[in-house]
């Protein structure tokens, strides 16, 4: 009898000491607490952690950017060239990227926050890219672009000889 009293005593003090700040203790561990994504640089209403494009015309030119990736092009049909990517540099309205080409030529490109008109387009930034003694002109936006088909599309189509 006294070893029945004892457990029963024992689970009467396990019980009580459960029920101290027991909703407390539910609460936090009901579910763990889902972290916000803390959102990248910001640009006239654009994350520049998100891929983005800056072209012009007069002469034709593209640059895509994207997390860990820069590249570049001066011909609609030529392969993109890869620039160092860099993180962009910001100050008030304006976003630099420096970087170079392969063949240490230096590259800066500038985001500004105003709207800017490409065709029948609106995009929200104006675009400016100095690559060694060039300026070109143009305006940006977001979007990813494929170079993998870009590349296929501009080599050539290899004869089969008949």
Known sequence: ???????????????????CGG?????????????????????GGLDLDKPLRASGTGPYWAIHIAPGTITFTDKA?????????????????????????????PVTITLTAKACTAG??????????RIGGRVLKGCAGPGAYDWAERV???????????
């Not at 009898?1 to 029920?19: F, P, Q």
């Not at 060239?81 to 170079?100: C, I, N, R």
């Open 152 to 162: 296929k599309k501009a080599s050539p189509t290899p004869s089969t000889g008949k």
């Open 120 to 129: 029948k387009a609106q995009l929200p930034l104006t675009a400016e890219a």
């Open 23 to 43: 909703d407390e203790e539910l609460a936090n561990n009901s579910a763990a607490p889902t972290p916000t994504p803390t959102p990248g640089p910001m640009l």
């Open 1 to 19: 009898m006294e070893g029945r009293m004892r457990r029963l005593v024992i689970a009467g003090l396990a019980l009580a000491l459960a029920g």
């Open 77 to 105: 049909d030529a392969a993109p060239v890869d620039l160092y990517p860099v993180s962009p540099k910001l100050a008030g309205e304006t976003a630099s990227f420096e970087t170079q080409t392969p063949h240490a030529e």
